[in-house]
């Protein structure tokens, strides 16, 4: 069953960020991070009452609190690479990161993963150096745009690590206070971030029912990833969850028709060899 939540919560987290990409193309990151944040916090502050013991540990609620720093800064570098920067080389890097970082704590906190899984994470590096390489031919405005989506995708990997860890470290005991406790304060961080860039609040109705896609998706892939991470280990189950750049990269080729160098398409394939090694070690 975990496995089952895990892969489900990437396939919600890939598709939420497809989505969130192509609105950040038209609008402001700023505005559809905090517009799609304030509707996922809305929907899990709505069923909290239903699916919850009525109060938390005070622990909980300051786990949860980091994972919504953590998810906060995760959706700023991750939409904003999606929009700046290249889909298919922001969405890869952040899951490499969301897969690898969350093992070496389950290490550091007593889990051993095999072998496999530790040649996993060693792949990693390469493959993250292969991805930001470019050809010496390329013209400025592509350099420009690939760096924008290597800074970011690996920013937003370490931020949705931190989200893994804590939302793991929060327990089951408290239901979603955790998670609603994290969703309140990544929609406060993400509304302070457009009143500082002062982005207006506004969204016209066609950008409401795309955030709202966005939101609904993203408040979904945190609960199933909240239910999978206290049914197996958080290593497996943040590198199931880490999967999500696949979804994301496929829905940008195909309806984007994006294009990859060589040396970038290896370093996705090792990418994509280190999520498979850390999940069956």
């Not at 969301?98 to 550091?108: C, S």
């Not at 007593?110 to 994470?121: C, L, T």
Request: proline share 4%.
């Amino acid at each position: 069953m975990a496995v089952l939540f895990a892969l489900a919560a990437a396939f919600a987290y890939g598709t939420s960020d497809f989505l969130a990409g192509l609105l950040s193309r038209r609008a402001s990151f700023l505005l559809v991070g905090a517009v799609a944040q304030l509707i996922a916090m809305t929907g899990t502050l709505v069923a909290l009452p239903l699916t919850s013991p009525p109060s938390a540990t005070t622990a909980a609620l300051a786990w949860g609190t980091a994972s919504g720093a953590g998810a906060a800064l995760g959706t700023l570098t991750l939409y904003r690479g999606l929009a700046t920067g290249q889909m298919a080389v922001a969405a890869p890097l952040s899951g490499v990161g969301a897969a690898a970082l969350p093992a070496v704590a389950g290490f550091l906190l007593g889990e051993r993963p095999s072998a496999v899984a530790v040649a996993g994470i060693v792949l990693a590096l390469p493959a993250v150096w292969l991805v930001s390489s470019a050809d010496r031919g390329t013209r400025a405005a592509g350099q420009s745009r690939l760096a924008a989506g290597v800074v970011d995708g690996l920013l937003a990997g370490v931020g949705f690590a931190v989200l893994f860890v804590a939302l793991d470290r929060a327990g089951d005991a408290a239901g979603l206070w955790p998670v609603a406790a994290g969703q309140v304060t990544s929609a406060a961080v993400l509304c302070t971030a457009a009143a500082v860039r002062r982005v207006p609040l506004r969204p016209g109705l066609r950008l409401t029912g795309g955030a709202a896609a966005v939101g609904g998706l993203g408040a979904a892939a945190i609960v199933l990833f909240f239910l999978a991470t206290h049914r197996g280990l958080l290593t497996f189950a943040a590198v199931l969850a880490s999967l999500y750049p696949a979804v994301t990269v496929l829905l940008a080729r195909v309806t984007l028709g994006e294009r990859l160098r060589r040396l970038q398409t290896v370093g996705l394939a090792l990418a994509a060899t280190a999520v498979v090694l850390i999940v069956t070690g």
